[in-house]
């Protein structure tokens, strides 16, 4: 069974930075894209960033330049470096990968979710 398990979360104040970090672990074959998404008191989830496996990254308008999204293929993680945060910024964080799996195929997996608040 897959497991995306994500770390990092916490206070910060408005300026600050934080990494997220998401490592997938199971009987995994090949990881394509991998994500991060968020999700605010009564918003919807939106995309913050997401990365292919050869490594092409996009971001949301509102994050682009302060926001960078990495992924190391070896170890099945992605991270998402955040700079210049803004209270805007807070919210729950989810990983996301589409995950090719020995037993499965290939489907797509969510992590826990972690909070990140931002204080002004």
């Known amino acids: 069974q897959v497991q995306l398990v994500e770390s990092g979360g916490g206070l910060v104040e408005a300026g600050g930075s934080l990494r997220l970090s998401c490592a997938a672990s199971?009987?995994?074959?090949?990881?394509?894209?991998m994500g991060w998404y968020r999700q605010a008191p009564g918003k919807q989830r939106e995309l913050v960033a997401a990365?292919?496996?050869?490594?092409?990254?996009n971001y949301a308008d509102s994050v682009k330049g302060r926001f960078t999204v990495s992924r190391d293929n070896a170890k099945n993680t992605v991270d998402l470096q955040m700079n210049n945060l803004k209270p805007e910024d807070t919210a729950v964080y989810y990983c996301?990968?589409?995950?090719?799996?020995?037993?499965?195929?290939?489907?797509?997996?969510w992590g826990q979710g972690t909070q990140v608040t931002v204080s002004s």
């Open positions: 996301n990968a589409d995950i090719l799996t020995f037993y499965m195929g290939s489907n797509n997996y």
């Open positions: 990365i292919t496996g050869g490594g092409s990254a």
């Open positions: 199971g009987r995994i074959v090949r990881i394509n894209a």
